[in-house]
């Protein structure tokens, strides 16, 4: 059973508009989810991640993700795109238990035309 | 450093060969974790460490791949008799070891071809 999907390969948004990368989970008990941006050649660095507590939660570079128990999702969300914001994301999510390894979803890959 | 290093950042080898994968931490972090990523997929667990021992192998595909922490800082990933398919991004990753919520940090990965 897939743990994290991101059901969009590819997001396209101008610059300057609000810009929105989706994530749902399929985990029992309480996850522990978090989001990744990939740049080309490079290692993963880390955005943000939601353990407990507020379900907005605000990261790095602007960026925020909402989780949302109801729906299962944890979408990636930035209210204002840059073009260097062009990247491949991933959400990723801990499935709890002794588990201490992520579980990543496929990618979606950004693109911030100016 | 100030973050994970992983050295070589690119290797290319033949079908058949030997490989290790050098992987440094960032200083004090106790937890260590291995990935890997084929092309156009996210990454995927291979192996996690606390300290010296490796306390999850199951995301190692086969016999071929093995991992050690001999100090609990550096590890090394070893791949015998590689093979094509094999030819991937090799990510490590580590943290502070507290805790399983807690963040990783990756580092730039080795990027392995096998020809």
């Known amino acids: 059973a897939q743990s994290v999907a991101q059901p969009e390969d590819q997001v396209n948004v101008a610059e300057g508009n609000p810009l929105t990368v989706k994530c749902t989970y399929s985990v029992s008990g309480n996850p522990y989810l978090f989001w990744y941006v990939q740049y080309p050649n490079r290692g993963l660095q880390f955005l943000l991640k939601?353990?407990?507590?507020?379900?907005l939660v605000k990261g790095s570079y602007g960026f925020e993700a909402e989780f949302n128990k109801s729906q299962t999702s944890f979408h990636l969300k930035k209210p204002s795109a840059l073009v260097s914001d062009s990247a491949l994301y991933f959400c990723?999510?801990?499935?709890?238990?002794?588990?201490?390894?992520?579980?990543f979803g496929s990618g979606t890959q950004l693109t911030v035309l100016p | 450093g100030a973050g994970v290093s992983q050295t070589p950042s690119n290797k290319v080898t033949e079908k058949g060969k030997y490989v290790e994968l050098r992987c440094d931490p960032i200083?004090?972090?106790?937890?260590l974790y291995w990935y890997r990523q084929s092309l156009g997929q996210g990454p995927e667990f291979l192996i996690y460490f606390q300290g010296t021992g490796a306390a999850d192998d199951s995301g190692l595909p086969n016999d071929r791949f093995f991992a050690v922490r001999p100090e609990g800082s550096v590890s090394t990933l070893k791949i015998q008799r590689t093979e094509r398919g094999d030819s991937a991004v090799y990510l490590c990753?580590?943290?502070?070891?507290?805790?399983?919520?807690?963040?990783?940090?990756f580092g730039p990965g080795t990027r392995l071809l096998v020809l």
């Open positions: 990723a999510v801990i499935l709890g238990g002794s588990a201490r390894q992520l579980t």
């Open positions: 200083s004090g972090h106790t937890a």
């Open positions: 990753a580590s943290s502070p070891g507290q805790g399983y919520q807690e963040t990783q940090y």
């Open positions: 939601y353990i407990t507590g507020d379900n």
